[in-house]
């Protein structure tokens, strides 16, 4: 779209490398495939590592992670498509820093097993940056979709004749399975994602390559597209029928009466499907299908499932799924019964048995056994004692045989006892969801636990398999958890988890943080929170948690650079730790490392740097200095090591002057180390030195700009010079002594206030 007012994002995409590695099966609960569920974008499996590219080294993910790359089920797409609500307090005030990138991370390995997060991470940025969705991947997804031929028709008759098709519904109907469909059945697996970050403009000729489907995702920005937007759309549509491509674009309903202005004809309105036709399909198309009729047929699951969103509906779905799995020979209504109030998140039968047991040894027999489900009784006993401690109790001494044991505990919780001893809750979800239960019924023990779920990860008792996940696990429960509450809580949990990992779990703080932005329910506000933790200083968020902070953001960067940028400048400008300094560094450093990114890194210092804001200047100064402070492996500043490349000397000169200006709120030894590593390279690199001369020189004094003197930055640019090379007064003067006189006496002669020389009289 290239009008003016259309502030849609977007960036031009290469092509990078065909993946075809095809997913490892699913266990059969847990390989349902979003048929029609206006659940969040989905997240592709696994690709291969590309390059260099950030979140997409498998060296950045936690152990357990890497080694799930190995074998990966098919995503769950069970979460839901519900409005994005702003928290109160956004840190962001440009509405396009809350763009939420449309990915589902709810996947479920195995029966209770946890969320793989280091694989949805990058399954997620590959996706985001727009490469090849995989083969397998557009199948299993397409499995499930069941719509009507006619109305398959009507999409093919649009995308043929313009090239462009809007899909906008005012619901959750379904809008990406059938842009995946439609698109498949025109360039089969060639289609992408368009890879956009918030206030970039949106133009269709920055979407190359020869045939290709393309999917562009606004269904999160509401009813806030500019007018104009479909006559840009027609006018791009040109563009795309030259290259033999198409471009579905994904809106609400509300937004595209508000932009259409007239181009309805590239529209389509789509219905929501019926509830059972949903049920039906997922439940045929699960791995081992499910039988449908007799789920069909019951009163109380037609009735849980009436005008039921389709995304709502796929969690009904999963949960006759993982209730036929974990008990296969069951009663049919008992399973019923498990379905509907797995659908409620167990919450009434929780509420009556925590009533019924007052005792907080029982309570805290069943937390221990949820949060180790699958861990061998003695174990989870011996938990519960640890739990209780951690939460403020002094358990009661149970010498011998006096209390309950293993056996009456078990069955207390409504939990069973496997053949191999150990704990397990044949009910679907029922785990999660007492953890949920806990985290709502006592927030003020939520710091308290998790640092003891942080404990739990080193208990040399727990089997590996348990331990390794069990971090996963709790980050998906805190997810489920966040997604649910509209509050502050959801944040400050997220805080609590992160911070308490931080320090003997620094992979998986990371980890969680990486994830909690990505997500479609928790995003918006997670990347909000992360601004205003950067805002704050080093007493009210401790150093360790800003350094996982800093870590998370450099993964992002990969999809949001500009808006990471912000978050990492923003940490730059609010830290006196050292450590969180060189996090913040190596970010940056990684994000100027990528070309693409340093022209937009350029324009948005700069532009900070002229902020009326003081806050916004002093982070531009900072993440400036960060830059100008890391060197190459030769010893180079990694500013100067493109310098033939893409560097603008002029830019560089007003950074220094910044630096120069505000060098008395800047980390003196930060300051003096960026200028040590300029001169250096200055004196042992012949072609860089007069551009480093040159630079220095206009960042105190501009050529025809600058007209009086200077003091502040001529002094303070001459103490980080006596600094870099002292007076040696005792030997001749060094090379470096050489140099700095030379820029000094640059500097003198370039003084606006110094007379220009007369004649010369003989």
């Known amino acids: 779209m290239s009008t003016e007012n259309t502030t849609m994002a977007g960036e031009r995409t290469t092509a990078p490398a065909e993946n075809t590695t095809p997913p490892t099966e699913a266990l059969s609960p847990h390989s349902i495939a979003e048929q029609d569920a206006e659940a969040p974008s989905p997240t592709p499996p696994p690709l291969p590592v590309a390059g260099t590219a950030l979140g997409a080294d498998r060296s950045q993910l936690s152990p357990a992670a890497r080694s799930a790359l190995a074998a990966l089920p098919p995503p769950d797409s069970s979460g839901h498509d519900l409005p994005q609500a702003e928290e109160e307090g956004s840190a962001e005030g440009e509405w396009k820093a809350d763009y939420d990138g449309r990915i589902s991370v709810d996947q479920r390995l195995g029966r209770n097993d946890g969320v793989n997060i280091g694989v949805q991470i990058v399954q997620a940025i590959n996706r985001l940056r727009g490469d090849l969705l995989p083969p397998e991947w557009i199948a299993e997804r397409l499995s499930t979709y069941e719509r009507p031929v006619n109305e398959r028709d009507q999409l093919r008759s649009i995308l043929t004749r313009e090239h462009v098709l809007v899909l906008h519904s005012s619901e959750s109907a379904g809008r990406y399975t059938a842009a995946l469909a439609a698109l498949h059945r025109e360039v089969e697996n060639n289609i992408r994602h368009v890879r956009r970050e918030p206030g970039e403009v949106f133009a269709a000729e920055g979407l190359e390559g020869q045939g290709v489907g393309w999917i562009l995702d606004l269904r999160d920005e509401g009813d806030r597209l500019p007018s104009g937007v479909g006559l840009a759309l027609r006018q791009d549509a040109l563009h795309l029928k030259r290259s033999g491509s198409y471009l579905i674009v994904l809106t609400a309903t509300a937004a595209w009466r508000h932009a259409s202005k007239g181009t309805d004809v590239l529209a389509h309105a789509l219905p929501l499907p019926a509830p059972k ?55 049919f209504k008992d399973l019923v019964d498990a379905v509907v109030q797995a ?38 006993y011996a938990a519960a004692e640890t739990l209780a401690e951690a939460l403020g109790e002094t358990p009661a001494p149970r010498p011998g045989q006096q209390g309950l044991g293993v056996i009456a505990l078990t069955r207390e919780i409504k939990a069973d006892l496997s053949d191999e001893d150990t704990v397990c809750f044949r009910r679907p979800g029922y785990a999660e969801a007492v953890v949920d239960y806990f985290w709502a019924d006592r927030p003020h023990l939520i710091q308290k636990f998790t640092r003891w779920t942080a404990d739990q990860t080193s208990n040399k008792d727990l089997p590996d398999e348990v331990a390794n996940q069990l971090a996963s696990r709790v980050t998906g429960w805190a997810l489920r958890y966040m997604r649910a509450k509209r509050g502050k809580r959801a944040t400050e949990l997220l805080r609590e988890i992160a911070g308490q990992w931080a320090q003997p779990l620094p992979e998986q703080a990371r980890d969680l943080l990486t994830v909690a932005a990505l997500d479609t329910g928790t995003g918006r506000r997670v990347r909000d929170a992360y601004l205003a933790w950067a805002r704050r200083n080093d007493q009210d968020i401790p150093p360790y948690l800003k350094v996982a902070l800093a870590q998370a953001c450099e993964r992002l960067a990969d999809i949001y650079p500009t808006m990471m940028l912000l978050r990492l400048t923003e940490l730059a400008a609010h830290t006196d730790h050292e450590d969180v300094t060189n996090a913040v ?54 500013l100067l090591a493109t310098a033939h490349e893409d560097m603008n000397r002029a830019w560089q000169a007003a950074r220094w002057r910044g630096l120069l200006v505000d060098h008395g709120k800047l980390p003196t030894s930060l300051l003096q180390q960026a200028l040590n590593a300029w001169m250096n390279a200055a004196t042992s690199v012949q072609d860089l030195q007069d551009p480093i001369l040159t630079i220095l020189q206009h960042a105190v004094y501009e050529p025809q700009t600058d007209t009086v003197y200077a003091a502040d930055r001529y002094l303070a640019l001459n103490h980080l010079l006596f600094a870099w090379a002292p007076v040696q007064s005792l030997r001749p003067p060094s090379e470096q002594e050489a140099l700095r006189d030379q820029l000094l006496l640059a500097l003198r002669n370039a003084d606006p206030a110094v007379p220009a020389p007369g004649p010369h009289v003989p």
């Open 277 to 331: 036709e949903v049920l039906r399909a997922h439940l045929e198309k699960a791995t081992p299908p499910v039988k449908a009729a007799r789920w069909l047929d019951d009163s109380k699951i037609a009735g849980g499932i009436a005008g039921r969103l389709p995304a709502e509906v796929v969690e009904w779905a999963r949960a006759i799924c993982e209730a036929e799995y974990l008990d296969p020979d069951g009663d």
């Open 585 to 638: 560094g190596q970010a940056l450093t990684t994000l100027w490392d990528q070309p693409k990114n340093r022209k937009d890194i350029q324009s948005q210092l700069a532009e900070w740097s002229r902020s009326p804001e003081k806050g916004r200047r002093t982070a531009a100064h900072h993440a400036f200095l960060h830059l100008a402070a890391r060197t190459t492996e030769d010893g180079s500043p990694v």
């Open 343 to 380: 659908a409620e998140d167990w919450r009434t039968r929780l509420l009556e048995w925590h009533t019924e047991h007052e005792d907080s040894a029982h309570r805290n027999y069943l937390l221990a056994a949820s949060v180790l489900d699958g861990a061998p009784v003695e174990t989870i």
